[in-house]
């Protein structure tokens, strides 16, 4: 797997819209003070391919920004013979949490939707097919 594009909207500290670009990098390294965010775009790059992060596995409505109500972690990446997008929102809802994840192809220049994905457990089971591992590996 390569990430590609990472965006991110009310994703923990990173509440204003933000996208890191990997597409032109070959080799790369994540620097910066300590608290600048350098843990979150791990943990955002794990959400956005397993739905879960290493640090916040079982509170996940932690991820969504203070003073936000929803949450986008949209990553482009390669894997295999092919490009994909995945989206994944959480929304707070006033007893609960709404979670969606979308799931793309990029077939001749057009995101093509992967039409095996509407349910939640179906696009976590396509997308450890899709990157060969899960998140325990």
């Known amino acids: 797997m390569r990430p590609?594009?990472?965006?991110?909207?009310?994703?923990?500290?990173?509440?204003?819209r933000q996208v890191?670009?990997?597409?032109d990098l070959e080799l790369f390294?994540?620097?910066?003070?300590t608290g600048a965010g350098k843990t979150l775009i791990l943990d955002a790059l794990s959400f956005a391919l397993y739905g879960v992060t290493p640090r916040l596995s079982q509170k996940l409505d932690g991820?969504?920004?203070?003073?936000?109500?929803?949450?986008?972690v949209?990553?482009?990446f390669e894997a295999g013979a092919g490009t994909f997008r995945v989206t994944r929102?959480?929304?707070r809802k006033p007893n609960s949490v709404a979670k969606s994840t979308r799931i793309e192809r990029?077939?001749?220049g057009r995101w093509l939707r992967?039409?095996?994905?509407?349910?939640?457990s179906e696009a976590d089971r396509r997308l450890r097919e899709i990157v060969g591992f899960d998140f325990a590996a």
Not at 5 to 15: D, I, P, V
Not at 114 to 120: D, G, H, P, S
């Open 4 to 16: 590609l594009r990472l965006e991110l909207g009310g994703f923990a500290r990173f509440r204003e």
């Open 20 to 23: 890191i670009s990997f597409e």
């Open 29 to 33: 390294a994540i620097s910066g003070p």
């Open 63 to 72: 991820l969504i920004s203070s003073g936000s109500d929803r949450l986008l």
């Open 74 to 76: 949209d990553l482009q």
């Open 89 to 91: 929102t959480m929304e």
């Open 106 to 108: 990029l077939e001749q």
């Open 114 to 120: 992967e039409a095996e994905t509407e349910k939640l």
